[in-house]
């Protein structure tokens, strides 16, 4: 059965305190997988497409990489609006999207 | 370049009447899709909408219908509203079919009493 685990389910950091978010999964025929953001009371924001292993995605404080079994979300220097919680989902061979729980980030000053 | 927008943004029900939920995507987007969101269950897809066709449903009740017009705007339909139907329903839109960039509206938030 597709699945995606997203750990931990919250992180609390200091900023400036750099750290990695995990979205495992198992999936049959992966098509792609995505990170998104969300803030409170908000739709999902679409951060980044990762299609293959080895691949690596940047914007800003963010830097996502993906293998075959998992994907990091490493957050570097992050300040307080970096807090939300990021959501993983990866897409299988019959183009559906199958979501993660969410990790929720906080930042504190 | 407007975003997905969502209407109404907040609305109260009670047990055993419908509500319609609408939504715009962006100019150029023909892929709309609904989500419903909870805190226990987390983002479940409803369905997919593609050149008014239903693309792909998800496992919810009979109750949750959808349609698309020809201008690519979109209407859910909830009808014998439950409890549990309490939720946020977010909408989605793309470019093409079975895309997973995603680009959200900021939701309808249905509380049923």
């Known amino acids: 059965e597709d699945q995606v685990t997203q750990s931990p389910e919250a992180l609390r950091l200091q900023e400036g305190e750099s750290s990695s978010l995990n979205c495992s999964y198992t999936?049959?025929?992966?098509?792609?997988l995505f990170w998104y953001r969300q803030d409170p009371g908000k739709g999902p924001e679409f951060l980044f497409t990762?299609?293959?292993?080895?691949e690596e995605k940047e914007k800003e404080r963010l830097k996502a990489t993906l293998t075959k079994k998992e994907s990091f979300l490493h957050i570097t220097a992050p300040k307080p609006e970096d807090s939300a919680t990021y959501l993983c989902?990866?897409?299988?061979?019959?183009?559906?999207?199958?979501w993660g729980a969410g990790t929720k980030l906080i930042i504190k000053p | 370049k407007a975003g997905v927008t969502q209407t109404p943004r907040y609305l109260i029900k009670t047990r055993g009447q419908q509500v319609t939920l609408s939504c715009s995507p962006i100019?150029?987007?023909?892929?709309v899709s609904w989500y419903q969101q909870t805190p226990g269950q987390g983002l479940q897809f409803l369905f997919e909408?593609?050149?008014?066709?239903?693309?792909n449903k998800g496992n919810f009740p009979g109750r949750f219908s959808g349609r698309q017009f020809s201008n690519s705007r979109s209407e859910m339909n909830v009808s014998t509203l439950e409890l549990g139907d309490s939720a946020l329903y977010l909408c989605?839109?793309?470019?093409?079919?079975?895309?997973?960039?995603?680009?959200f509206g900021e939701g309808s938030r249905l509380t049923v009493l």
């Open positions: 999936v049959s025929g992966l098509r792609g």
């Open positions: 909408y593609f050149s008014e066709t239903q693309r």
């Open positions: 990762l299609y293959s292993a080895g």
């Open positions: 989605a839109s793309s470019l093409d079919s079975g895309s997973g960039e995603l680009f």
């Open positions: 989902a990866v897409q299988d061979s019959n183009y559906q999207l199958i």
């Open positions: 100019s150029g987007h023909r892929s």
